[in-house]
């Protein structure tokens, strides 16, 4: 199930990019790089994200798996997935329901940027 972004999803969002982040991304950045990035995202770092955006998480049986945040730019600024669940098409789905925000619908213009481990989604 794909939903808005509540704030009580905060700790359990940010718990599960620091663990995409060191998983997938860990093997292809430097370990201080990927540490910032996870102190980046605390709950507090997810929070004022999703009060700047429309943030939207994949839920799975109850648990938070999948999010994004798609800025006032219409710029998708990051999608992560739970790595346990990567590669079952969370992150499409979560695409797929961007693609009907109305934030993507009035864009000119939508970028999506990525990291070198998802350069290939």
Known sequence: ?????????AEETSRMIA????????PDYPAEEIEALA?????????R??????MYVACEDGAVSGCNGSERESCIMSLFVLPGCQGRGVGR???GTLEVDEIFLRAERVELGSSITAHGF
């Open 39 to 47: 102190a980046f995202y605390s709950p507090a770092g997810v929070l």
């Open 93 to 95: 789905k979560i695409l």
């Open 1 to 9: 199930m794909i939903r808005r972004f509540r704030p009580e999803d």
């Open 19 to 26: 663990a995409a982040l060191r998983e997938t991304n860990g």
């Open 49 to 54: 994200r999703a009060g700047e955006s429309h």
